[in-house]
């Protein structure tokens, strides 16, 4: 099994492609090691010293590290990937289920429902594919008066760049298509 690693905009997380799939069609974070516990990966994963947070994509993995240089940390965290895949155990546990957001807690007003489809598609056509290939993830969280507001996920949780990706990039885009818009924020 060959595992590759992309650096990512964020210099906290490294980005690895098991190349095979690893959560299709889904996102998962897991900020700590009490999350973890329904990931038998993610279990592993923050064993090892330095490690705080990991994401899964469709196809990647992030790992967020606190201390330590990735070239210590890296052989560590193949190993506990590659063995993960060759044990062939789940990555959720049996029983789990994957304790994501998407979806839940979203706000905004019912009149506004076209607004926020037109939103939801532009990010789910545009921004998220792109952010993916970062290692990362940015979902809807509400629109509010004029207000886009966005959860970051993996490398994009805490990237230096992440404001500039939200305001130059996100923002643009939707106020470029999307009149209502007037602002992106991340959600508090």
Same mark, same amino acid.
């Given at each position: 099994?060959?595992?590759?690693?992309?650096?990512?905009?964020?210099?906290?997380?490294?980005?690895?492609?098991?190349?095979?799939?690893?959560?299709?069609?889904?996102?998962?974070?897991?900020?700590?090691?009490?999350?973890?516990?329904?990931?038998?990966?993610?279990?592993?994963?923050?064993?090892?010293?330095?490690?705080?947070?990991?994401?899964?994509?469709?196809?990647?993995?992030?790992?967020?590290?606190?201390?330590?240089?990735?070239?210590?940390?890296?052989?560590?965290?193949?190993?506990?990937?590659?063995?993960?895949?060759?044990?062939?155990?789940?990555?959720?546990?049996?029983?789990? +289920?994957? #304790?994501?957001?998407? @979806? %839940?807690?979203? &706000?905004?007003?019912?009149? $506004?429902?076209?607004?926020?489809?037109?939103? =939801?598609?532009?990010?789910?056509?545009?921004?998220?594919? +792109?952010? #993916?290939?970062?290692? @990362? %993830?940015?979902? &809807?969280?509400?629109?509010? $008066?004029?207000?886009?507001?966005?959860?970051? =996920?993996?490398?994009?949780?805490?990237?230096?760049?992440?404001?500039?990706?939200?305001?130059? @990039?996100?923002?643009?885009?939707?106020?470029?298509?999307?009149?209502?818009?007037?602002?992106?924020?991340?959600?508090?």
């Amino acid at each position: 099994m060959f595992i590759q690693t992309e650096t990512t905009p964020n210099p906290a997380t490294l980005k690895f492609l098991p190349g095979r799939d690893v959560l299709p069609g889904g996102a998962l974070e897991l900020k700590s090691a009490t999350d973890a516990d329904q990931s038998p990966l993610a279990r592993a994963l923050f064993a090892i010293d330095g490690v705080t947070g990991v994401f899964y994509g469709g196809d990647f993995i992030t790992v967020t590290k606190s201390t330590g240089e990735w070239q210590h940390l890296k052989p560590a965290i193949l190993g506990a990937i590659m063995e993960h895949y060759l044990s062939g155990a789940p990555l959720i546990a049996d029983g789990a +289920a994957p #304790a994501t957001t998407d @979806g %839940d807690g979203e &706000f905004y007003d019912e009149a $506004d429902q076209d607004t926020v489809d037109t939103i =939801k598609d532009l990010l789910d056509t545009r921004v998220r594919p +792109a952010v #993916a290939m970062d290692g @990362g %993830d940015i979902t &809807f969280r509400g629109f509010k $008066d004029g207000v886009v507001y966005l959860d970051m =996920k993996g490398s994009c949780s805490g990237c230096p760049s992440s404001t500039a990706t939200l305001k130059q @990039g996100i923002e643009n885009l939707l106020r470029h298509f999307v009149p209502e818009v007037e602002e992106v924020r991340p959600s508090a």
